[in-house]
């Protein structure tokens, strides 16, 4: 069973979309998931799940929209493709909580950067499924526009390293298998 990393869009940023971690667990586990937990209170939640990566984001979107009443978007990873992202983050050198991977559905357009607008000093990069960001002198005073990132949501690094070690322990201690139920044998 994989270990998945659930990144929810929009949940408890700025007093909308409140939604318990301890609710987020519970819709995780009422799924068969396995494993779960959760980190900070911004939408975060890891597990292992028998099911590909599409079947999971269209199972915990339902289970939202159900709980919310509105779409809440879930952008799904497996703990390799965290590693691969923190590895890949173009800029290791400017601070980690300041850097940020927009993660998204699919791959950027190649030509993503050039719809950017209001950049200041900010230093942009196209990721597989991701846009790194690194705000220099930080997020609060930005007004950069990223109309490709318009439907992700936003890590910073030291969020995606901790989501990373916390996927890669899951991968490391998979659940025990189910027990199977034992075949009736037929009488005859």
Known sequence: MPAYAA???????????????SELQAMCEAE?????????????VVFHAGLG??????????????????????????AAELAR??????????APN??????????????ALAA???QKDEQLALGEREIYVA??????????????????????????????AMAAALDADPPAPSPRPARARRSG
């Open 53 to 78: 990566e599409a079947q999971v984001k269209a199972a915990l979107e339902r289970r939202l929209q159900a709980y919310a009443g509105k779409p809440v978007r879930v952008l799904v990873r497996t």
């Open 85 to 94: 992202i923190l590895a890949a983050n173009p800029f290791p050198d400017q």
């Open 32 to 44: 068969g998931y396995a494993g779960v937990r959760t980190y900070i209170a911004s939408g975060n």
């Open 135 to 164: 705000y220099g002198a930080g997020m609060a005073d930005s007004r950069l526009r990223i109309p490709a990132g318009d439907a992700g949501t936003a890590r910073n690094m030291n969020t995606v390293a901790r989501l990373a």
């Open 7 to 21: 990144l929810l869009r929009a949940v408890n940023v700025g007093g909308t979309g409140k939604l318990p971690m």
């Open 116 to 118: 950017v607008s209001q």
């Open 98 to 111: 300041r850097t940020v991977a927009i993660f998204l559905d699919h791959a950027p357009p190649a030509d």
